[in-house]
């Protein structure tokens, strides 16, 4: 019995706050304010109470559920102050993000972003995502969809300040920018600008994601080069490796700071001949001293 009043009660509960929330809904689809100058109740018989309230009383007329909660219910459950509402706005807001950034599923897209001022001299910078889905069906066709996806507010209007405010929102959603191919901007140069404005920067990816392990490759390169050239260990290099024609030499490519082909080179090599390399360091590993230590140290 006690469990049944209590399933009850969370129904209600829901259905009450599910009105709430579409109250809420419908006045921001309608792009209509929900507060008035005036909300209390003493005031409802002759003050406009705007948009939302007055909605809420009408929903009242044919709702009995909404009805006995606005007139029995507790003062710090009926869910009407303004905080509430906000919430109920982002959390309405960040499903709808995580439904584009769904409905996006890892295709590429296209960012179309523009700056201006609000009615309050505010700096904004809005931010829409230009894509295309597939409609639901065997023979579905290929649409091209433009959804909003955030307001940002601009700290700073350099091209700088700007672009951090679209990467910042790409990355709240999810959004991964290499799936970029296409911008759009207005004439600004500080958004379309070649050299340095938004759409640049935009291009600027970090192909080296770990700088610290590229600098490890080149390091064992030389020392592999300088190891490989010392007389004995070049003779048994080259015993491994065959005719020469047939692998490259990797003692013949050390690298140099000023001709980065060099690097190339050597990376090229140490590929074509990394069987070989790991034979000969292998067999050194067995011989004692210093040549035995350095090659378990290449090794590891």
Known sequence: MLSDQNENIKKENRH????????V???????????????????????????????????????????RRLQEGPQNAKYMHDSIQDNVIHAAAELIRE?????????????????SRDTGHKEQRSLM??????????????????????????????????WETVQTSLRDCKIDLLGCVAQCFDGAVVMSGRCTGVQARILIVDVVHDTARAEDLFTLLQSLHYFLSSSIVH????KLRGPAFLIPNLARYPLSDTHWV??????????ATLPVVIDVLEDLIKVSGERGATARRMMT
């Open 235 to 238: 003779e048994l290099y080259v």
């Open 99 to 115: 439904q584009i950034a769904a409905e996006k599923n890892g295709n590429y897209y296209a960012i179309i972003a523009d700056e």
């Open 25 to 67: 809904s419908l006045c921001c689809k309608q792009a209509m304010a929900l507060r008035g100058h005036r909300e209390s109740d003493e005031e409802a018989s002759h003050v406009n109470k705007r948009n939302f309230l007055t909605i809420l009383d009408l929903v009242t007329r044919h709702d009995p559920i909404v009805a």
């Open 129 to 162: 995502l230009r894509y295309i889905v597939q409609e639901v069906g065997i023979h579905g066709k290929n649409v091209i969809k433009e959804s909003f996806l955030a307001f940002a507010a601009c700290g700073s209007l350099s091209a700088v300040g700007l």
């Open 262 to 271: 060099c690097r190339h080179d050597a990376c090229e090599t140490l590929s």
């Open 16 to 23: 009450y706050f599910g009105a709430v929330v579409d109250v």
